[in-house]
């Protein structure tokens, strides 16, 4: 983080806002209640009170002590934040008022400004929190006078080396453009359809990252994921090829499969999908690398069993931390969320393999739209990072017409690995074949495919088929 930027508290927010606030500005926070504009406040505040700053409050809506119910509810510390309480008090509506001369907002604006000049220069705050900035609307004549007032406001706040954050609640019956206009910075804060996102639309010398990001409001306060933009993650790594450490497997693929590939493992249920990428990470940790695999469908208890149950010690890379297994809740996570997950593992623990099982389980439990695109950009990511990529794809045909894939992602594959099940002679039979591969040559034949209590085993090729693309294979006479 630059020196001259100040923490918002939000890690994720920092590195949206590319370092982190800049001092001196002013920054409108826009959002409906609930959107999270307090609680962002809140650990603006509180952060800059842990580094010894002098922080200030300034409420119109809530009161202290409703705000501080909230806050310790999340577990914010506000021993060293100084509030200003100018909510309504109850006395207002108990006592009767009359005006005979100067309206409400002419008899009240002058007491509630000095107050805020004196507090100020009194305390002379780091960081300031306004909210809302909305109520000093209602305490001004026409709408010019409160133009005039806030960026007047504005002005004197930022004169006196604070840094400003403050919020409106934008309607169609009191729009905040002059807001966004008077502002060096706007964020926006959305909550719609179960989904809370940010957005900067606005800062003022200073580059940021744009679109839509996560967040979620948990116990402990705000969380926020930025939006994954591949071409912002590289780093230098080696060309290898990842071996499977099974022969035959890395006789068709030429060697195996490529270090920062995308790999597509498809067949129908049960063929065998989970095990041969299994296998990939079985032979990785024997040289000590790191993997993750990502289960949508299955139980992690169960893939750990039934992994144990074919010679592939699980428990062991877990234990040794060689392997990571991640059960994905449904409908828990959006994209930014997951990927977020993702990048922990690769640029914490450096993971060197991921694996996905399946994509149709990220489709149905991943929540949002375009989700197709975002595994594109979670792909991309992973091999600008050097990551061998294992896609589980699974089709619903067992046998018959031959796909690769049912929902269109077969263009992201640098190698496609099919499996698949053929009848024979009144046997049902799994085969192994490769239909893509990039960066080198393959083996144009198909393999028989065999999971026992020993493990993977593949036969030689079966060239005396035909047909086999059809489900319904043809022995071919001998000459």
Known sequence: MSENRLSSGISGLDEVLCGGYVPDRTYLIRGGPGAGKTTLGMHFLTTGAANGEQVLFITLGETVTQLK?????????????????????????????TYDIFSPAEVEREPTTRRIVEQVEALKPQRIFIDSMTQFRYLASDTFQFRKQVLSFL???????????????????APDDDLQFMSDAVINLNFSNNERTLC????????????????????????????LVPKDYEQAFSTEVVSSGIPEIDELLHGGIERSTITIISGPSGVGKSTLGLQFMKEAAGRGEHSVIYTFEERKETLLRRAEGINIAVGAMQDKG?????????????????????????????????????VSGYRLSVRGKDLISHIHSLCKYLQ????????????????????????GISYLAD???????????????????????????????????????????????????RGVLTGVPEILDEL
């Open 200 to 227: 900067i639309s606005k800062f003022r010398g200073s580059d940021f990252q744009d679109g839509y990001h996560a967040i979620r409001l948990t116990s402990k306060g705000m969380q926020l994921f930025p939006r």
């Open 384 to 407: 600008n990072m050097g990551v061998a990529v294992l896609l589980i794809n699974e089709i619903e045909t067992i046998t018959g017409e031959f796909r690769v894939t049912e929902i």
């Open 322 to 358: 060689t392997l990571s297994v991640v059960q994905v809740e449904p409908l828990y996570y959006t994209p930014d969320e997951f990927a977020n997950l993702v990048r922990q593992e690769v640029e914490q623990k450096q993971a060197r393999i991921v694996m996905i099982d399946s």
């Open 69 to 97: 119910r909230t806050a310790l509810g999340l577990g914010f510390d506000l021993e060293g934040v100084t509030f200003l309480d100018l909510s309504p008090r109850p006395e207002f509506f108990a006592q009767v008022q």
């Open 415 to 465: 190698t496609i690995i099919f499996l698949r099940y053929l009848e024979m002679q009144g046997e049902l039979r799994r085969t192994i074949g490769v239909l893509k591969k990039r960066m080198t040559d393959f083996e144009k034949t198909l393999r028989e495919f065999e999971i026992s209590r020993y493990g993977i085993k593949v036969g030689k090729p079966l060239t005396q088929l």
């Open 155 to 173: 002005r004197f706040l930022v004169e006196q080396s604070t840094t400003v954050l403050f919020t409106s609640e934008s309607s169609e019956e």
